[in-house]
Nanobody, 118 residues
């Protein structure tokens, strides 16, 4: 079991920045990938960013060049630095971790709200 606790969401104006944190605890030795999805009202959940054990990184098309994912292994924490925020970035951001292959047995955090005002 892996427990994920997110923090850092909030309200920001367009063009501003936020940093999300996701702290993992439990069976963290089994984690193969961690990252973030988001879900806007009435839309499907979409991938924002992921970081893998080999340090490779993947971004969703809509955030590439504006968002940066990183991790602190000593703190078992993954961060999402979000710059140049747009109103369309508004949604609930969910941290995830994969103990196996991509998407298999995935764990989710409780979600944190990000609201970008125009």
């Amino acid at each position: 079991q892996v427990q994920l606790v997110e923090s850092g969401g909030g309200l920001v104006q367009a063009g501003g920045s936020l940093r999300l944190s996701c702290a993992a605890s439990g069976s963290i030795f089994s984690i193969k990938a961690m990252g973030w999805y988001r879900q806007a009202p009435g839309k499907q959940r979409e991938l924002v960013a992921a970081i893998f054990n080999d340090d490779s990184i993947m971004y969703g098309d809509s955030v590439a060049g504006r968002f940066t994912i990183s991790r602190d292994n000593a703190k078992n924490t993954v961060y999402l630095q979000m710059n140049s925020l747009k109103p369309e970035d508004t949604g609930v951001y969910y941290c995830f971790s994969d103990p196996n292959r991509w998407g298999q047995g995935r764990y989710w955090g409780q979600g944190t709200q990000v609201t970008v005002s125009s």
